[in-house]
């Protein structure tokens, strides 16, 4: 896999965690919620059974996420699933954060929370004080509103994802795909098995471009000989009537010299 595609699939990964994380604090805090509201036998209010509700869904669907992400990220089907999710996710956790807006105010003073309403130092049903009860709706408040920002961005990493896939499996620039190659991996049954056979790319250079007139004709070319056939060479290839020696006619002195002949 190329290094981008890799950044891509740690990253959505990576953000798969953190929504992970944010919809737990939730689901941890307004169980906690609903076991206090169901032990001292007091109305449920429906809402806050939704926040439980959609928490829950949003812990289970991150956990599949993560593991989707790691062994399948970037096939198409599950890609615009996943994309179809986040985005019905962003609207969970916007409901969610409206539920909990009372934890958007300061924990002092006359507090409203999910259990009730009371003064920040008195103490409220099940463990701590109203004022403690409140930081925990705050803290709900503020986790739902980071999860609508995770979910816009892992489903604008997963759109990136799918295109990155797909460019893996392209094999090649063509106009098909943008002048873009990806890795261009191919099954293993299909790799060729024995290397190029080198005499045929002889065979072409020396054959000049396809379709055109070859640079040179075998008739043409001349074939190399010693220096010492030198005279045999000469005159379009035909051998003069008599050669002369490597090193020319033998001079005064040497074996082989004849004078000149005076008898005309």
Avoid at 4 to 9: E, S
Avoid at 136 to 144: E, P, R, S, W
Avoid at 209 to 214: L, R, S
Wanted: glycine share 14%; aromatic share 12%.
């Amino acid at each position: 896999m190329a290094l981008g595609g890799l950044i891509l699939r740690f990253g959505q990964t990576g953000l798969r965690f953190l929504e992970f994380g944010c919809a737990a604090i939730i689901l941890g805090i307004y169980s906690y919620y609903l076991a206090v509201l169901a032990d001292h036998n007091t109305h449920i209010p429906t809402w806050e059974k939704a926040v439980e509700g959609m928490s829950g869904a949003a812990v289970l669907y991150t956990i599949f996420g993560i593991l989707l992400t790691i062994c399948l990220g970037g096939l198409a089907f599950f890609s615009i699933f996943a994309i179809f999710l986040d985005l019905c996710f962003v609207g969970c956790f916007a409901a969610i954060a409206y539920y909990t807006r009372h934890g958007a105010n300061s924990c002092r003073g006359v507090v409203n929370t999910p259990l009730g309403t009371g003064l920040s130092n008195e103490d409220a049903p099940g463990a701590g004080d109203w004022g403690y009860v409140c930081t925990l709706n705050t803290a709900c408040f503020a986790v739902a509103i980071c999860n609508i920002f995770l979910f816009l961005l892992t489903a604008i990493v997963q759109v990136l994802l799918t295109r990155h896939h797909r460019k893996e499996k392209r094999f090649g620039p063509g106009p098909t795909n943008n002048y873009t190659s990806g890795t261009g991996r191919r099954p293993f049954w299909r790799r060729s098995r024995r290397a190029g056979n080198t005499r045929d790319a002889e065979l072409a250079t020396g054959a000049g471009v396809a379709g055109t007139t070859p640079i040179h004709n075998a008739s043409t070319v001349r074939p190399s000989h010693e220096t010492g056939m030198t005279g045999s060479t000469m005159h379009g290839g035909q051998a003069p009537l008599a050669s002369e020696p490597k090193y020319g006619q033998p001079g005064y002195g040497m074996h082989g010299y004849s004078g000149p002949n005076t008898n005309y």
